[in-house]
């Protein structure tokens, strides 16, 4: 029905820079909200930034200054630049869409994640 394919995780070092891509694709009438969480070994799944459908911006404090999050509305796609990496930040990345399917009913959809490891 739809689909979120995320990319871009992999092994960097402390100060680094990543970009992660997250596509969305099937079934899709319009899109809300996209954003991005992290999930550390052993610990719950966080909200690490948001995105609305008109731009409006969410970031949690450890990331701000150093993540931005950006989208293509035409592509469908959302994108989180990840700038002065940190070994903290080694994770799995999960992407999530907040959208409307053709049948008329709206939900949360979830990528199956990409892995961020950052050494010292």
């Known amino acids: 029905q739809v689909q979120l394919v995320e990319s871009g995780g992999g092994l960097v070092q402390a100060g680094d820079s990543l970009r992660l891509s997250c596509a969305a694709s099937?079934?899709?009438?319009?899109?809300?909200?996209m954003g991005w969480y992290q999930q550390a070994p052993g610990k719950q799944r966080e909200l690490v930034a948001r995105?609305?459908?008109?731009?409006?911006?969410y970031y949690e404090d450890s990331v701000k200054g150093r993540f931005t999050i950006s989208r293509d509305n035409v592509k469908n796609t959302v994108f989180l630049q990840m700038n002065s990496l940190k070994p903290e930040d080694t994770a799995d990345y999960y992407c999530?869409?907040?959208?409307?399917?053709?049948?008329?009913?709206?939900?949360?959809?979830w990528g199956k994640g990409t892995l961020v490891t950052v050494s010292s």
């Open positions: 099937g079934s899709i009438f319009s899109i809300n909200a």
């Open positions: 999530y869409a907040d959208i409307t399917v053709r049948a008329g009913y709206g939900m949360d959809f």
């Open positions: 995105v609305t459908s008109g731009g409006r911006t």
